[in-house]
């Protein structure tokens, strides 16, 4: 097993912190794993991404020229990856704000509408969480279990009171993708 | 602390290994990308547990000194830092090499010439591995590519520091510095005893008991016959580190017909673009050099015997490719690739290079 994800958004959108618990959850899941960010400036509100590998064998290059996953979150970063992902693969984003959707007929291309979801959550804050639980409803790679040992690895322990509301917004996320 | 998986940035698994190591003393100053050892060090706090000194000094000049006066002292003390830092640094590492004194210095590569960029690069190659600040000295120079080697180089960097009373440096880059991978830490060891520093370095400036003469710790030498007996002894060093550390990883290159040379985490976007090629039928294999110097020259003699071409990957504008041609005494071609100024190629991008530059390979 070998996926090779990549992540992309505004900074801010919890681009980094995603890919963060998604390779929590593969080393609980005892996966080889890779995070590897675009670092600097982007990260005070341009553009961010970050490539995420799991394997169950070591990881060569943690640089990549396709994915067999793409999560976007606006538009420049659909423009910048749609092209990105190989044939056959995945292709997750968010319709809010996008004006140029997707067009690709050789990958899947499931939209999430996480920004709705997260104004009816009441809280912007878990955005990134129900792009997640999207994410493994559609590839599996992880089992909840794990992304929720992820979380708590993650995050310092004084907002361990945020657990519950990460849980119930991967778990809307995962809703999310089934009913699309 | 027991041994611990973890999963960490490079700069992180650095500031862990140290704590880990033992290390008497940290003297740095922020710049990106390498800022996070320094963070981690302060978050980690060691001062309350193993007596660690962790210090922001007031400058890069001003850190190296501090590790200057600790290494006198015997302690393991390291600094960090980045391509213009260490520039900033190389008088104080000039005069560590000529103290005979044992250092470890990071490097987390960014792309210069002048202040540059925070991005990835490999353009302070020949500056780390032909000595850098003024005289004949060199650095044993080591080149993680994995945040594994980031944590593990740190207490081979001081093992080997002290062992030939040279410094040590570990020379990164910006992708192996910022991102996370898993990474088992060593289980801690406390750190040494004066009694067993006193003894273990001999040398060293402890406080000098009635029983022994001064030891002093001096560059400044007026007499020429006697600078160049010092002198004489520094190479005898030097050679003794090339004969017993060089260190080289290999990677599909039994049956290789090219060969690509590459180090740091370039090395790995290069196994990925030999995945490739094999899947296409091109016999290529990698040597990576993790010790740059002392560097691998026997090891790429021998295979350039046994090859048609050979490529060195690099992020600058071909630095290490000189040291490879040595060693390839001019027997088959030896191109380069390399992107500058922060960028960084992507497997497919080696791999067209390489094609363009050995189209015999595909048979």
């Given at each position: 097993m070998?996926e090779?994800?990549?992540?992309?958004?505004?900074g801010?959108?919890?681009?980094?912190?995603?890919?963060k618990?998604?390779?929590?959850?593969?080393?609980?899941?005892?996966?080889?794993?890779?995070?590897m960010?675009s670092?600097?400036?982007?990260?005070?509100?341009g553009?961010a991404?970050v490539?995420?590998?799991?394997?169950?064998?070591p990881?060569?290059s943690?640089?990549?020229d396709?994915?067999?996953?793409?999560v976007?979150l606006n538009?420049?970063?659909?423009?910048?990856?749609e092209?990105?992902?190989?044939?056959g693969?995945t292709?997750?984003?968010?319709p809010?704000?996008?004006?140029?959707?997707?067009t690709?007929?050789?990958?899947?291309i499931?939209?999430?509408?996480?920004?709705?979801?997260?104004?009816?959550m009441?809280?912007?804050?878990?955005?990134?969480?129900?792009?997640l639980?999207?994410?493994l409803?559609?590839?599996?790679?992880v089992?909840?279990?794990?992304?929720m040992k992820?979380?708590?690895?993650?995050l310092?322990?004084?907002?361990?009171?945020?657990?519950p509301?990460?849980?119930?917004?991967i778990?809307?996320?995962?809703?999310?993708?089934?009913?699309? | 602390?027991?041994?611990?998986?973890?999963l960490?940035?490079?700069?992180e698994a650095i500031?862990?290994?140290?704590?880990?190591?033992?290390?008497?003393?940290?003297?740095?100053?922020?710049i990106?990308?390498?800022?996070?050892?320094?963070?981690?060090?302060?978050?980690e706090?060691?001062?309350?547990?193993t007596?660690?000194?962790?210090?922001?000094?007031?400058?890069?000049?001003?850190?190296?000194?501090?590790?200057?006066g600790?290494?006198a002292c015997?302690?393991?003390?390291?600094t960090?830092?980045?391509?213009?830092?260490?520039s900033?640094?190389?008088?104080?590492i000039?005069y560590?090499?000529?103290?005979?004194?044992?250092?470890?210095?990071?490097n987390?590569?960014?792309g210069?010439p002048?202040?540059?960029?925070?991005?990835?690069?490999?353009?302070?190659?020949?500056q780390?591995?032909?000595g850098?600040?003024?005289?004949d000295?060199?650095?044993?120079?080591?080149?993680?590519?994995?945040?594994?080697?980031?944590?593990?180089?740190?207490?081979?960097?001081?093992d080997?520091?002290?062992?030939?009373?040279t410094?040590?440096?570990?020379?990164?880059?910006?992708?192996?510095?910022?991102?996370?991978?898993?990474?088992v830490?060593?289980?801690?060891?406390?750190?040494?005893?004066?009694?067993?520093?006193?003894?273990?370095?001999?040398?060293?400036?402890?406080?000098?008991?009635?029983?022994?003469?001064?030891?002093v710790?001096?560059t400044?030498e007026?007499?020429?016959?006697?600078?160049?007996?010092?002198?004489?002894?520094?190479?005898?060093?030097?050679?003794?580190i090339e004969?017993n550390?060089?260190?080289?990883?290999?990677?599909m290159?039994?049956?290789?017909?090219?060969?690509?040379?590459?180090?740091?985490?370039?090395a790995?976007?290069c196994?990925k673009?030999?995945?490739d090629a094999?899947s296409?039928?091109i016999?290529?294999?990698?040597?990576r050099?993790?010790?740059?110097?002392?560097?691998?020259?026997?090891?790429i003699r021998?295979?350039s015997?046994?090859?048609?071409?050979v490529?060195?990957?690099?992020?600058n504008?071909?630095?290490?490719?000189?040291?490879v041609?040595i060693?390839v005494?001019?027997?088959?071609?030896?191109c380069?690739?390399?992107?500058?100024g922060?960028?960084?190629?992507?497997?497919q991008?080696v791999l067209?290079?390489?094609?363009?530059?050995?189209?015999?390979?595909?048979h």
């Amino acid at each position: 097993m070998k996926e090779e994800i990549i992540i992309a958004g505004f900074g801010g959108q919890g681009v980094l912190s995603m890919g963060k618990i998604l390779a929590y959850a593969g080393l609980m899941d005892d996966l080889e794993v890779t995070w590897m960010p675009s670092y600097g400036p982007e990260q005070r509100g341009g553009t961010a991404n970050v490539t995420v590998i799991l394997s169950d064998s070591p990881i060569s290059s943690p640089v990549l020229d396709s994915y067999d996953t793409a999560v976007l979150l606006n538009q420049q970063s659909i423009d910048k990856f749609e092209s990105k992902v190989k044939p056959g693969g995945t292709l997750i984003y968010d319709p809010y704000g996008v004006h140029t959707p997707p067009t690709r007929t050789d990958i899947s291309i499931v939209p999430v509408q996480a920004m709705e979801a997260s104004f009816e959550m009441a809280s912007a804050k878990t955005y990134n969480m129900l792009l997640l639980g999207a994410l493994l409803k559609i590839r599996g790679l992880v089992p909840v279990e794990s992304v929720m040992k992820g979380l708590k690895k993650t995050l310092p322990e004084r907002h361990h009171h945020l657990l519950p509301q990460n849980e119930a917004a991967i778990l809307r996320g995962m809703e999310l993708a089934r009913t699309e | 602390m027991e041994e611990e998986v973890r999963l960490m940035k490079g700069n992180e698994a650095i500031a862990h290994a140290a704590i880990r190591y033992g290390a008497d003393g940290y003297f740095g100053y922020p710049i990106t990308p390498q800022s996070e050892i320094l963070e981690t060090l302060e978050a980690e706090m060691p001062w309350e547990t193993t007596g660690m000194v962790v210090l922001q000094a007031e400058s890069e000049v001003a850190a190296i000194n501090m590790v200057y006066g600790g290494a006198a002292c015997g302690k393991a003390v390291f600094t960090s830092s980045s391509s213009p830092g260490i520039s900033l640094k190389q008088e104080g590492i000039s005069y560590i090499a000529a103290g005979e004194l044992p250092a470890l210095i990071i490097n987390v590569m960014r792309g210069g010439p002048g202040l540059g960029t925070i991005h990835p690069s490999q353009s302070d190659y020949f500056q780390a591995t032909k000595g850098g600040g003024h005289g004949d000295y060199h650095l044993i120079v080591l080149a993680p590519s994995t945040v594994q080697e980031m944590a593990d180089f740190v207490g081979l960097g001081f093992d080997l520091a002290f062992k030939y009373r040279t410094p040590a440096m570990i020379l990164a880059d910006g992708i192996v510095g910022q991102m996370m991978e898993k990474v088992v830490l060593p289980p801690a060891r406390p750190r040494r005893t004066p009694e067993q520093i006193a003894e273990q370095c001999p040398w060293a400036v402890t406080g000098r008991p009635a029983t022994r003469r001064p030891n002093v710790i001096t560059t400044l030498e007026l007499d020429s016959a006697m600078m160049e007996k010092h002198n004489e002894r520094y190479q005898q060093t030097y050679r003794l580190i090339e004969q017993n550390e060089v260190r080289y990883d290999e990677y599909m290159t039994s049956d290789a017909e090219y060969l690509i040379v590459a180090f740091g985490s370039i090395a790995r976007i290069c196994q990925k673009s030999i995945e490739d090629a094999r899947s296409r039928g091109i016999k290529v294999g990698l040597i990576r050099p993790i010790t740059l110097w002392p560097f691998p020259t026997e090891a790429i003699r021998q295979l350039s015997r046994r090859v048609k071409g050979v490529m060195v990957v690099e992020l600058n504008a071909g630095q290490m490719i000189e040291d490879v041609r040595i060693a390839v005494e001019g027997r088959v071609p030896v191109c380069h690739f390399g992107r500058m100024g922060g960028i960084v190629p992507n497997p497919q991008e080696v791999l067209d290079s390489f094609i363009a530059d050995f189209p015999d390979s595909r048979h």
